[in-house]
């Protein structure tokens, strides 16, 4: 064989090893990303219309994320947190559609306290989305309820199920630790 057809071999390998390399570490970031976030890399690449710009969207909100300064709650405002939802809890009782928007208040103050921006509900859900990927569609569908019930749209079926909701990122929110 001429020194040409070596050297011509010799490139052919290569590149499928940059590209068998190439394909294996996207493979890997995908992974990462599927793991890190659940059930929410489906819901993104969904949202997306594709693979990749779904995981830049992950991505994306990792790094914004990465660039809050969360923190852990202090342990006296902990505790007044959860004295506050037992308060919203038993007000469901009595007044479901009032507890809700409680509810949704005393996430936005927990929040806020731990270092999240809550001016809009759609970067908030994103931001939770990095620590919380369990929950947070279920805050989505929380906070969807709350809105219908501002509009005096819905029954205490839904407001039961919003309550939970809640509860759930609550719980996660004001048990969460932050990782220095």
Known sequence: MSTWLWAVLVIAVVIVAVLILATAIRSRRSERLREGFGPEYDRAIDRAGDRGAGEAELRDRKA???????RPLAPLA?????????????????????AISDADRLIQSVMLDRGYPIEDFDDR??????DHPRVVERYRRAHTIAIANAGGDTD??????AMQDYRALFEE????TVDA
């Open 64 to 70: 914004r994320h990465d660039e809050l300064e969360l």
């Open 78 to 98: 902990r505790k007044r947190f959860m004295d506050a939802w037992q308060g919203t809890q038993a007000e469901f009782v009595d007044d479901p559609a009032v």
């Open 125 to 130: 859900a994103a931001l939770v989305s990095v």
């Open 156 to 161: 205490t079926e839904q407001l039961r199920i």
């Open 173 to 176: 929110l004001v048990g969460d």
